[in-house]
């Protein structure tokens, strides 16, 4: 099944279910008010949501237009956000990055950070940046929902873990990178709002795109209407959810409703951009930034201006985008004009 929250003057939205082509939905009112509370009871939820799905499915329940700019993020608070590092291939290129230490790439611990969850943006949100010139990059990543999971918990614990899949954009002003990792506990003022796509859906929904504890399926970006990339999620994954989950839940217990990010998708290849149409090519700026900079000595592609606008969507092989579409444009807020 296919879930999404809609906007309805409150801050945790109202729980819809969603038709698998993304054009109806059904309110799930009567089973749960937010998708946190459908989470919080998901033994008793889940069955009855899924009967929902399959009758709106099946034609039996008419449903309503669905359009992705009605819903918030799927979860528009959430009480952990967690973006870890499972691609070894992004944090290569990114590297030589002011601010990166080559220690950094292990391939036994997954790198990770705890991002600020108490106010994620709906996917037709607008970038809000203090002011210009911070380089402003996104960062293409697939994301999971769990529920609860014990400390020191087992891979099979935490693939059993997973309820939701979807794709983020874990938005990263680059210039203040620096300072963060240097001077501060880790990422912060660095990382403003993530972006999440209007639907999430359940492992079974996603079929053999979903193996692994893996999303099989190419992450595609554009840029102004510009192919910039289109990675395949299911490929270079060094740490799969599972193995994040468990690094996770070394020190601590999770909640129920933890979101973890898979970290920047990223696939190896000798390409640059601009990339042909089934070129692989980037899910964020500051890999195509650093393949310059090592062919040509020089970094060509600039990093985002107000009025930019980036396209994410997870495609599967007909080329449907499995979760609707993040789309976002570069704003510069006016709160202190």
Known sequence: MKLATLRNGRPDGQLVVVSRDLTRFVSAGRIAPTLQAALDMWEEAAPLLQNLSDELNAGGIAGQDFEAGLALAPLPRAYQWIDAAGYLGHLERVRSLKGSKDAELQSHSPLM???????????????????????TDFEAEVAVITGPVPMRATKAEAEAAIRL??????????????????????????????????????LDELGDIWRDNRLH????????????????????????????????????QLGCGTIIGSGTVANDHDEVLPIKRDGTGFACIAEARTVEKMKFGKALTPFLNPGDRVRIAARDAEGKAI??????????????A
């Open 113 to 135: 950070y705890q991002g600020g969850s108490d106010s994620l943006s709906a996917a037709t949100d607008a970038i809000l940046i203090p002011e210009d010139g911070l380089a």
């Open 165 to 202: 899949v979807t794709v983020c954009n874990d938005v990263s002003l680059r210039r203040l990178v620096v300072d963060d990792l240097q001077n501060g506990f880790g990422f912060f003022h660095a990382k403003p709002a993530t972006a999440f796509a209007p639907v999430v859906a359940t």
């Open 217 to 252: 399926a190419r992450v595609q970006v554009d840029v102004n209407e510009k192919l910039f990339g289109q990675p395949n999620a299911g490929e270079g994954m060094h740490f799969d959810f599972a193995d994040l989950i468990v690094a996770a839940t070394q020190t601590r």
């Open 323 to 336: 979760f609707g579409a993040i789309e976002q444009v570069v704003e510069v807020s006016l709160r202190d």
